[in-house]
Antibody, heavy 118, light 112 residues
């Protein structure tokens, strides 16, 4: 069964750090672009970042540049998102996505909740 | 960045009615070299990740019922549900994948 499972979410204080991980099973991520898409409670979808198959290309939404870092470990079949200097407005469910390219056709995880609050 | 603007924010329809959702991009998402519009439509139900319905502005994904269709080109796009069914209650998003940062519209909530 194909699955993407996010982990590492939780409650963190403003200014703190958190590392999200996404573990893939049932397929190999090495041939996929990988993305993070987030959704604040009761709000719409926002693409956060993506990374190409070998990690040589990375793109970020402006609001997280310099604070978030996307990375992948193809040997471990996993994707990561290091989030530093977190803000209240980063509170969201973060989805991991595997796709063929910028078109988000592929596999989505069920999401991990990140709450930034004091 | 390409800004995606959807309208309306919400739709209250009756079963069997036609639902139309509009999406406008701040710049063209038509790539001239291949004449393709880099525009997708997603459906999201509560507690679930989004589901891709339409790619390339009008190509229905496998398993998507043919009452759901996409149209448009350049900067103006439409998602149409020809005869609304109970299972179509959801939030619908357009999204451009022409260039990074990828951007979504604000969403349209379809209710019965």
């Amino acid at each position: 069964e194909v699955q993407l499972v996010e982990s590492g979410g939780g409650l963190v204080q403003p200014g703190g750090s958190l590392r999200l991980s996404c573990a893939a099973s049932g397929f190999t991520i090495s041939t996929y672009w990988m993305s993070w898409v987030r959704q604040a409670p009761g709000r719409g979808l926002e693409w956060v970042a993506n990374i190409n198959q070998d990690g040589s290309e990375k793109y970020y939404v402006e609001s997280v540049k310099g604070r978030f870092t996307i990375s992948r470990d193809n040997a471990k079949n996993s994707l990561n998102l290091q989030m530093n200097n977190l803000r209240a407005e980063d509170t969201a469910v973060f989805y991991c996505v595997a796709s063929g390219g910028f078109l988000l056709r592929g596999y989505w995880g069920q999401g991990a909740l990140v709450t930034v609050s004091s | 960045d390409i800004v995606m603007t959807q309208s309306p924010d919400s739709l209250a329809m009756s079963l069997g009615e036609r639902a139309t959702i509009n999406c406008k991009s701040s710049q063209s998402v038509l790539y001239n070299s291949n004449n393709k519009n880099y525009l997708a439509w997603f459906q999201q139900k509560p507690g679930q990740p989004p589901k891709l319905l339409i790619s390339w502005a009008s190509t229905r994904e496998s398993g998507v019922p043919d009452r759901i269709s996409g149209s448009g080109s350049g900067t103006d796009f439409t998602l149409t549900i020809s005869s609304l069914q109970a299972e179509d209650v959801a939030v619908y998003y357009c999204q451009q994948y022409y260039s990074a940062p990828l951007t979504f519209g604000g969403g349209t909530k379809v209710e019965i």
